[in-house]
C-alpha cells in the first residue's frame, strides 16, 4: 500500500511558522483529497485542514482558519501545512491523512496515514 510520511515539525516560539509535509510513496497514488489532523496529549483527534486532491478546494476548521494554509503538488504526490502565527493551543502531533469522498472533517473519512510530526510552540 502507499505510505505517507510526515516531516517539517519541531519546537517554536509562540508567533512563530512552520510548514509541514507530507509525501506519498509510489506512482499510482490517487486519493480523493488529503487531509491533515493533529491530537494534543489527553485529547481527540481533530481536524485541521482538507484538500481535494483534483479540483483543489480546501476546506479549515474555524481554528485555524486565516493562519493555516493547505496546498499540495499532484506531480510530487505532496501535500503541505503552512502554519503561521502559531500558539502553545497548536502544540500536537500533527498527521496526514488520504480520504475518501465523504466524510471531510472526520478521522472515519479517511483510510491512509502517516506516522505523525511533533509540533511543539512555547509560551
Known amino acids: 500500500q502507499v505510505q505517507l510520511v510526515e516531516s517539517g515539525g519541531g519546537l517554536v516560539q509562540a508567533g512563530d511558522s512552520l510548514r509541514l509535509s507530507c509525501a506519498a510513496s509510489g506512482r499510482t497514488f490517487s486519493p480523493y483529497r488529503m487531509g491533515w489532523f493533529r491530537q494534543a496529549p489527553g485529547k481527540e483527534r481533530e481536524f485541521v485542514a482538507a484538500i481535494n486532491w483534483s479540483d483543489g478546494n480546501t476546506y479549515y476548521a474555524d481554528s485555524v482558519k486565516g493562519r493555516f494554509t493547505i496546498s499540495r503538488d499532484n506531480a510530487k504526490n505532496t501535500v503541505y501545512l503552512r502554519m503561521n502565527g502559531l500558539n502553545p493551543e497548536d502544540t500536537a502531533v500533527y498527521y496526514c491523512?488520504?480520504?475518501?469522498?465523504?466524510?471531510?472533517?472526520?478521522?472515519?473519512?479517511?483510510?491512509?496515514w502517516g506516522q505523525g510530526t511533533q509540533v511543539t510552540v512555547s509560551s
Open positions: 491523512a488520504a480520504g475518501s469522498g465523504a466524510g471531510i472533517f472526520r478521522p472515519q473519512g479517511y483510510y491512509n
